[in-house]
Each structure stands twice: as structure tokens, then as C-alpha cells.
């Protein structure tokens, strides 16, 4: 199983970006996504959801609104469109392969990114 995230960067703030993460080594189609995120110095913060058909998406509150989680399964690829993008933003963003609630087994090696004026 290999994750690739790519798309980060250097934003200011009201800016915009989208983080995508190439998958491989496993039957895309068949698991649920996420994205998560560390801020530094703190732990893992939960981003995003996706279900396997790309049809379902759940969000946390932080990022509703602002944040778009997209697939598509023919690439195995994910996006994460990012609007409006705020300093508290600013993490390493991970995407990572769903295995039960809140449990995920395969994480990809983050991208970063930071708003900033």
C-alpha cells in the first residue's frame, strides 16, 4: 500500500489550494478515505471522510463549508479542494486509508501547508 499527497504549499489567508493523494497497491475502489492533519505540536486532527463510491463525504466543523473531499476511483486518486483557507490551517495534511471508525492502517507521508501572510 503507497500513498502519495501532493499539492501543498504557501497560501495567505482567503487563499486557495487543492491537495491531491495517489494511491496504489490496493483495490482503491473498496475503502473509505480520509484526511487528516497536524498542527504543530499537537496530535492527529481528523479533516475528513469519503465513502468508497466518492458519494458521501462528512467534514469536521472547522473545515465545513470551505473544504471539498473528492475521488475518483478510475485514477485512484483523492482531492481535497481547500477555499478560504485560514492561519489555523496551517498543518501537515496526511491522507490515509479507513479501516474501521477512526481507525486508519495506512497513512501517506503528509504535504504541507501554511497560510501565512
Known amino acids: 500500500v503507497h500513498l502519495v499527497e501532493s499539492g501543498g504549499g504557501m497560501v495567505q489567508p482567503g487563499g486557495s489550494l487543492t491537495l491531491s493523494c495517489a494511491a496504489s497497491?490496493?483495490?482503491?475502489?473498496?475503502?473509505?478515505m480520509s484526511w487528516v492533519r497536524q498542527h504543530p505540536g499537537k496530535g492527529p486532527e481528523w479533516v475528513s471522510t469519503i465513502n468508497t463510491g466518492g458519494h458521501i463525504t462528512y467534514y469536521a466543523n472547522s473545515v465545513k463549508g470551505r473544504f471539498t473531499f473528492s475521488r475518483d476511483n478510475a485514477k485512484n486518486t483523492l482531492y481535497l479542494q481547500m477555499n478560504d483557507l485560514k492561519a489555523e490551517d496551517t498543518a501537515l495534511y496526511y491522507c490515509a486509508r479507513l479501516v474501521w471508525a477512526g481507525e486508519y492502517d495506512y497513512w501517506g507521508q503528509g504535504t504541507q501547508v501554511t497560510v501565512s501572510s
Open positions: 497497491g490496493f483495490i482503491f475502489s473498496t475503502f473509505d
